[in-house]
């Protein structure tokens, strides 16, 4: 059931095996390595939604460089940028020093803006990580406010450096690392399906926004006035889980009462993934600073910060580093801005989402081990459940994460790449490209059912054995 697109070009038959590959590199890689472990395969050559492995196996890839890939894999508008740009002579590398690839950048980006953040913006540039991105801000509200804590979220990622760790809800990551979250106050994201407070959907929201006024305004509550607050207004890592338009205002609403400055995380949620261009857009918050990276650089290493003027109060080399200029990534990233934009592909993911959705969802009733299916735009998550267990109170039944990696394994074996996340790795994450073609979104489906149907006829026969 493999997809075959005419426009890959010929593989070249010089590399080696892809069964040597991974064999040399599971004896020389970091025990750290993540998403190797969980494709055991070697891509040779990609274009669009498909790669294709070293042995000439293709798969739909529905993980897209976990949310970067925006044009999918090596689109021609990115691929003619970087032939452009590195026959003009440009310099690829300069510091932070200006370039017309840099000005050009700064326009295409600050024109996707919401107008009234754009108007007073200023851009950071940034280590080329979200996680560099992610500790400018931080500091940059330290900075501002001459504080120090930083309220968090439960199930959020912000990246793998310290104070992008500390904010993060991981546990496992967060424990061999002695002291790591000491200046982070805990606080309740909304999770409608699996809710902290055991009610669920808007009404469970608004206890969490409750509940943080509360302990924000308590003067035995714990919390000292904090430099920020960080969220994700839909967690990507966290299993796809959209916090509510009227939620995130409130958010809005308590951080400016209390002059906390509010960052949005929009590294995963950008450029069009969750339907609008900044996921911002759908509650029409203004934060103080906004976090970007992954699909904003087309493919290539980019990060930033936009945030209010007031903010700049930063001294000259406050957050300094060598790789804050990639010529090259700042011509794919304006290449693919205005290529979102251009060709209407933020309505595109709406849609799609929109689509794909309510088709998962509608799945249930036939495959019970689907418990919730979420999201927003191309940014869907379906979170795996043990069908025979008790409900809780809202509804959901317990996680079922050796379930979640079968499915994940069957995808692959069906040609279909797939991600986990969510608590207990337990939620199937879709991250098409927001040019997946009607066809490749029937393909996707059609895979994806097919091994939640195969794994869950195993496991009732072995069950029934
Ligand atoms: C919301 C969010 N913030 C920050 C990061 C960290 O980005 P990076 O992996 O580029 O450091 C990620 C990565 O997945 C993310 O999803």
């Not at 929109?354 to 919730?372: C, F, Q, W, Y």
């Not at 109170?393 to 379930?403: K, N, S, V």
């Amino acid at each position: 059931m493999t997809l075959q697109p005419t426009d890959l070009p010929a593989a070249p038959r010089t590399a080696p095996s892809g069964a040597a590959i991974l064999e040399r590199q599971r004896g020389r890689e970091s025990a750290a390595r993540t998403y190797a472990r969980s494709f055991p395969i070697v891509p040779a050559r990609a274009q669009g939604m498909t790669i294709e492995d070293t042995d000439g196996r293709r798969y739909l890839d529905c993980l897209s460089g976990a949310g970067t890939l925006a044009l999918g894999h090596n689109h021609p508008v990115v691929l003619e940028a970087i032939q452009r740009t590195v026959s003009s002579g440009a310099p690829l590398h300069v510091l932070d020093l200006a370039t017309p690839e840099k000005d050009e950048f700064t326009d295409a980006l600050f024109a996707t803006l919401p107008g009234d953040f754009a108007d007073k913006a200023r851009i950071h540039f940034c280590g080329p990580a979200g996680t560099d991105a992610v500790e400018a801000a931080l500091k940059l509200m330290q900075t501002a406010t001459g504080r120090r804590g930083v309220l968090g979220f439960t199930g959020a990622y912000h990246g793998m450096t310290a104070g992008a760790l500390a904010a993060s809800g991981g546990v496992g990551t967060k424990t061999p690392v002695p002291g790591i979250a000491a200046d982070v106050t805990r606080l309740p994201y909304p999770y409608s399906y699996r809710c902290p407070f055991g009610v669920g959907g808007e009404g469970g929201a608004q206890i969490s926004a409750d509940y943080v006024e509360r302990l924000l305004d308590d003067p035995n509550g714990g919390v000292v006035p904090p430099a920020a607050m960080i969220l994700e207004a839909v967690q990507g890592e966290g299993g796809a889980v959209p916090a509510p338009d009227a939620w995130l205002r409130e958010m809005r609403r308590i951080t400016a009462e209390r002059e906390i400055p509010l960052i949005v995380d929009e590294v995963q949620t950008g450029v069009g993934r969750t339907g609008a261009f900044w996921a911002v857009e759908h509650s029409g918050i203004v934060p103080d600073a906004m976090v970007m990276s992954k699909a904003i650089g087309g493919s290539l290493p980019l990060a930033v910060i936009v945030y209010h003027e007031d903010y700049n109060g930063w001294l000259p080399g406050a957050h300094t580093g060598t790789f804050r200029g990639n010529t090259l990534a700042m011509a794919t990233g304006t290449a693919t801005l205005r290529y979102v934009s251009r060709e209407g592909l933020v309505e595109r993911a709406a849609a799609v989402g929109a689509r794909m959705t309510e088709r998962l969802t509608a799945l249930r009733s036939e495959l019970p081990v689907i418990g919730d299916v979420r999201g927003r735009g191309l940014m869907i998550g379906v979170e795996l459940v043990d069908a025979e267990a008790e409900p809780d109170a809202c509804g959901a039944r317990p996680f079922a994460p050796q379930l979640a990696a079968q499915v994940r394994d069957a995808c692959l074996e069906r040609g279909l790449i797939v991600e986990l996340g969510g608590r207990f790795d337990s939620t199937v994450r879709l991250l098409p490209p927001l040019i997946i073609t009607d066809e490749q979104v029937e393909a996707v489906l059609d895979r994806l059912t097919d091994a939640i149907a195969a794994v869950t006829a195993t496991q009732n026969a072995g069950a029934g054995a």
